[in-house]
């Protein structure tokens, strides 16, 4: 509740004019855009309030062990501390939470299954104190066993990561340590294997990627006087928090109020809780407002990653290049804890035939528990490691069927009226083909930029300014991908979104209010709810409310899916505000004139006016005093699961399509990459702003980027333990590492999506990564069969 | 933790004295990101910010003075010509935001084998300006490092500036990272022309234990230019002479597996540097033998 007594730090409304019209398909600005350029903008972790206390965690030092022993005494003697609680200090039984279902700890009781698990939280004065007491807290260790991979999980007398599962998946798994296991089976492998003339296989893998958000996780919990808490928070969907957090507490709903405070970002990593029960129970606890922020290395551990996996693929084809059938395994490592597995296993195993015709399919997907990180969501979610396998395979295949491979892709390509793997018709645009047209077709960066009168300029090199080529050994590569991506929630989850919108003059001038529960996290609905309402109901400025759970759920930032879901059930309160406008114009003026009653009204400019463009009333004669508001839920279409043996069933909502060619240059000899040019081309059915889109665009592409050179979690396979817990280590791309981006975006309309829009956050970074692996396995002739790839994959050594 | 603020070269001193376990801090783009992990929590840090003297710089007949806590930026800017080969490292250094605060002092401080100063200070010839209540000292650059994230000076001892050769010849410097920007080196290497006294100096860095020269390729080097005249003649260095000398500088390298690379890896990655730097700058040197910046 960001009311008068809200502390430092939080939102507050935003008020966004326009000196144009500022409506749906214009490029209008980001209200926050200047602030966060120029450091301004008050991130979770800017937050203060008087008296607040910090919380600090303490965490696992190995990844699997027995809890013998927990001492706390000491850290409760030191001078300055408030409150030291551990899982027995917990208020109820409900002592467990998880997005899908509750299998993880708030603090670990008897065991602790990954490395950096949360054992005990402090409260301090000061967060150094806090940071020492956590120190002193004693816990001795009874090291286990680590299962870190498919063959250790599943071995006979393998232990358990959970015993005694009673999830919905458990009675469906062939192994408990197997977390969910989906199949796809449509028509005849085996028979179309005879009919194949070339069959290609690999086995491939992808590493663990982080989301690597900028601000860390970052809250702020402030006890109320009626026994509950206000909690201030970055997150993606506040009403999943809430419905994991409540009960914990042992409140009800109502009584934990939340409002999200300043993202630094999320891809996926805010889905799950971190900080949030954490700063609640110690809060309550100790009656003072309490703050946690993790700092990087910490954030490394508060946050589920990316899957890694392997990825077992046979595909077939005829002489003439036509698609025969695929058979594919696709092994996620879940990590410890379920998060979002399950439906990252359906993902990928629905999508992991890729964007093409093929008849025959057999593929199982399944999620591993293990005692590696938890992995749950991140960008892409499932989709991505499929296509970095299908697109590797797509290349094999046409250079052993000797086509060329973006015209072999085409020739398999899908389109409106094709059948899913699933069984579910594609019934939208599909311009798989288009888009490889296109990126094709985009003329391509001129050979040797690097070469100048003044001799290399070696930040058009490999290496860059570390100076270690000026030309020697670097040869340019060319590669080709493309990929597909479900929008919004899958396999019938009731996928829905509240919006508030409110109308009224003042001063005059008719003003509308949005509010809605949506995380902004950078998406840019905070801009396209304005949008929406001045195209919907015809006002210049527009109000937005900072999103909390004192309006309905707006599901989560994820999926590809605000705009399509926030943003239809922006769209559809505007109508139903609009109809009650109408209503009373009509009561007021409609005997003045015959168009109130036989034309479509619209509101435009501030006035009712007719299809035709006559001005009937203005908008502050028609409501005067009377505000008109209106709340309502939307949903999009239904889904329905996939059937547990065959994997057949109406799925997913929508589907979003991208295609990347990428132009690499490589230093064969000390095996270090630049990449030159990454053009995208993707359909996003209608460009709300088109400006946002391209960032969308841009931003996918370079994390898939990311993946392709250097992004990966290393993991000890020993001790699964997490070797490169900062980002001195876990490189992500700089700006020299960010190669120029020409965006080619398409607006073929989905007749089923407001406004004919397909969700665009997610596609670009599917195809971004194989197609920078195509190009460098071009210019290096190697077969990479991983992603990641580093310099030893490309020397030899 | 006590924070120690010394007004002058004296105090700091004499603070060294009464603290040796103190922990001098000017840039803080190392000690502060040791603190920061709570890899380390020093009972003190002495700041030597308020030291003027630190900042300076004077170009000598034969050598730059570097006051210890010159930051990098002004390497690149103002030293190019004199230091060509510690410029070149200095661009490699992390970010603009830390190529302004951290300098030299702070890498031989820290003594790490990846810090980005040494090779070239290796390869150029340097002595270390070690001061303590007791007196001064000069340490050559080629004892300084002791062994890992340790280095030759005692307790008390702060550096007050480095005594860099100026370059007779071409220098160059390379470094390999997984990025092609703000990186810490998996392996780096330096390299300088010694005209004047025939010989050419080497430095790797993040190869072995220590920064280390590369002795044997040298000796190999000097004694094959030498011979075959080409300081006198400027020949194009025999591609079998170029290649010895990789492998030479690759087999000095004493290595380890590491999340940022392999040791193998590393010790490819030294030879191809040894070749192309001395590449660069034997073609520097024969377009031009007052030329001597590299190319950056």
């Known amino acids: 509740m960001a009311g008068t007594n809200a502390p430092l730090g939080t939102p507050t409304k935003v008020t966004q004019g326009s000196q144009t019209k500022g409506g749906i398909g214009e490029s209008t600005l980001r209200p926050d855009g200047t602030l966060k350029v120029t450091g301004e903008f008050a991130y979770s972790s800017d937050m203060w309030h008087e008296d607040m206390l910090w919380g600090q965690i303490l965490r696992a030092p190995v990844a699997h062990a027995e809890i013998v022993s927990i001492d706390t005494s000491e850290a409760l003697a030191q001078a300055g501390v408030y409150a030291v609680m551990t899982y027995d200090d917990l208020p109820t039984d409900v002592r467990h939470y998880g997005l899908e279902f509750p299998d993880t700890p708030v603090l670990a009781h008897g065991r602790v299954r990954h490395h950096g698990e949360p054992v005990a939280i402090v409260a301090a004065d000061h967060p150094e104190t806090a940071r020492r007491a956590a120190a002193k807290i004693k816990v001795e260790y009874r ?75 970052s809250g702020l919990a402030v006890p109320a006087e009626d026994g509950g808490v206000d909690l201030y928070i970055a997150t993606q969907w506040l009403h999943a928090d809430l419905r994991q957090i409540a009960p914990v507490l042992g409140l009800p709903e109502e009584k934990v109020r939340m409002t999200l405070s300043g993202v630094g970002g999320a891809f996926g990593g805010r ?82 035939a890729g964007p093409y015709v093929i008849d025959n399919v057999d593929i199982e997907a399944l999620a591993l528990y293990t005692n590696n990180p938890p992995c749950g969501a991140m960008r892409g979610f499932g989709a991505v490691q499929a296509c970095f396998a299908y697109e590797a395979q797509m290349d094999k295949l046409a250079d052993k069927v000797g086509m060329d491979r973006v015209e072999f892709r085409r020739l398999n390509a899908m389109e409106q009226g094709t059948i899913m793997p699933t069984g579910q018709p594609v019934d939208s645009p599909a311009p798989v083909a288009e888009l490889l047209r296109r990126v094709k077709a985009m003329p391509l960066p001129p050979e040797r930029q690097w070469e100048s009168s003044e001799g290399a300029d070696v930040r058009q090199l490999p290496g860059g300014l570390s100076n270690t080529t000026h030309g020697e050994g670097v040869v340019r590569g060319v590669g080709y991908a493309v990929g597909i991506k479900n929008v919004g929630f ?20 008719p003003v509308v209010t949005v509010h809605t529960a949506m995380a902004e996290v950078g998406q840019g609905g905070v801009t396209v709810h304005a949008q929406i309402a001045r195209t919907e109901l015809g006002v210049t400025q527009v109000t937005i409310q900072p999103a909390d759970t004192q309006v309905g759920s707006a599901g989560s930032t994820s999926a590809s899916r605000q705009t399509y879901v926030t943003g239809g059930a922006v769209k559809n309160a505007c109508e139903l505000v609009r109809e009650r406008v109408l209503e009373i114009g009509r009561r007021k003026f409609g005997t003045y004139h015959p168009a109130w009653a036989t034309a479509e009204l619209l509101l435009e400019g501030g006035k009712v006016v007719t299809d035709a463009g006559e001005v009937l009333a203005d908008l502050a004669d028609v409501l005067e005093d009377e505000a008109v508001e209106v709340e309502e839920e939307w949903r999009h279409r239904p889904t329905e699961p996939f059937d547990r043996h065959t994997g057949q069933g109406f799925g997913h909502v929508q589907y979003s399509f991208a295609a990347h060619r990428a132009v690499v240059e490589v230093d064969t000899e000390l095996g270090l990459v630049k990449v030159i ?121 | 933790m006590d924070f120690l603020r010394p007004g002058s070269w004296e105090e700091a001193l004499a603070a060294k004295a009464e603290h040796p376990t103190a922990v001098p801090i000017a840039g803080g783009t190392d000690v502060m990101v040791e603190i920061n992990f709570d890899h380390r929590r020093p009972e003190y840090l002495l700041d030597l910010n308020r030291i003027g003297d630190l900042y300076a710089w004077e170009v000598g007949e034969d050598s730059v003075r570097l006051g210890a806590s010159v930051p990098y930026t002004k390497i690149m800017e103002h030293l190019r010509a004199e230091l060509p080969g510690l410029a070149l490292a200095s ?43 007791r007196g ?161």
Not at chain 1, 490 to 509: L, P, W
């Open chain 1, 490 to 509: 899958s396999e019938g989850f009731d996928d829905y979104s509240t919006a508030r919108v409110r109308m009224e003059v003042v001063g005059g001038e």
């Open chain 2, 136 to 296: 001064s000292r000069r340490i050559p650059i080629d004892d300084f490092y002791t062994g890992v994230k340790r280095n030759a000076l005692a307790a008390d001892e702060l550096i007050r500036a480095v005594h860099i050769k100026k370059a007779d010849g071409p220098q160059q410097f390379s470094k390999v990272g997984t990025r092609n920007a703000m990186v810490i080196a998996v392996c780096a290497f330096g390299l300088a022309l010694h005209p004047s006294s025939r010989t050419v100096r080497t430095g790797i860095g993040s190869a072995a234990p220590t920064p280390v020269r590369a002795r044997t390729a040298e000796e190999f080097l000097n004694a094959a230019l030498e011979e075959g005249g080409f300081w006198d003649n400027g020949k194009i260095i025999t591609p079998s002479v170029a290649k010895e000398f990789a492998q030479l500088c690759a087999a000095a390298c004493n290595p380890i597996d590491d999340v940022r690379g392999t040791a193998d890896y590393r010790r490819h990655a030294v030879g191809i540097m040894a070749r192309r730097t001395l590449t660069w700058t034997w073609e520097s040197y024969r377009g031009t033998a007052a030329h001597t910046e590299g190319v950056a």
């Open chain 1, 271 to 352: 889905e799950d809780l971190s900080m949030q029960i954490h700063a609640c129970l110690l809060a309550l606890r100790t009656g003072k407002p309490v703050k946690i922020v993790y700092n990087r290395f910490e954030s490394f551990f508060g946050h589920v990653h990316r899957h890694p996996a392997k990825l077992f693929y046979e595909h077939g084809a005829t002489k003439d290049g036509k698609l025969t059938h695929l058979k594919a395994r696709i092994v996620l490592d879940g990590g410890a804890y379920a998060s979002t597995s399950a439906a990252v296993v359906g993902n990928a195993a629905s999508l992991g």
């Open chain 1, 143 to 217: 090291e286990l066993p680590v299962i870190t991979d498919e063959l250790t999980a599943t071995a006979p007398n393998a232990p358990l990561i959970h015993e005694d599962r009673t999830d919905h998946y458990a009675g469906h798994v062939e192994h408990p340590n197997i977390l969910h296991r989906q199949p796809i089976i449509r028509g005849d492998v085996e028979e179309a294997r005879h009919r194949a003339d070339f069959i290609v296989t690999g086995e491939y893998t992808f590493g663990m990627q982080d989301q690597a958000f900028l601000g860390p996780e």
């Open chain 1, 677 to 797: 040019e990454l053009a995208c081309a993707q359909d996003v059915g209608k460009a709300l702003n088109p400006l946002s889109v391209v960032g969308q665009i841009q931003g996918g592409t370079t994390q898939g980027l990311g993946m392709a050179v250097m992004e990966e979690i290393l993991v000890d396979p020993k001790t699964a333990k997490v070797r490169n817990p900062s980002f001195t280590d876990y490189l992500i791309p700089t700006i020299l590492d960010t190669p120029t981006m020409p965006v080619d975006v398409l607006e073929l309309a989905d007749a089923h999506a407001p406004y004919g829009l397909r969700g665009a956050g997610e596609a670009p970074t599917l195809s971004s990564t194989p197609a920078v692996l195509a190009a460098i396995r071009k210019a290096t002739g190697l077969e990479l069969n991983r992603t990641p790839v580093r310099p030893e994959h490309l020397t030899g050594t």
């Open chain 2, 91 to 133: 661009h490699t250094v992390a970010s603009p935001q830390i190529r302004n605060r951290g300098g030299v002092g702070g890498n031989l401080g820290t003594a790490s084998p990846a810090g980005d100063a040494h090779p070239a200070l290796l390869a150029a010839g340097a002595e270390v300006e070690a001061e303590s209540v």
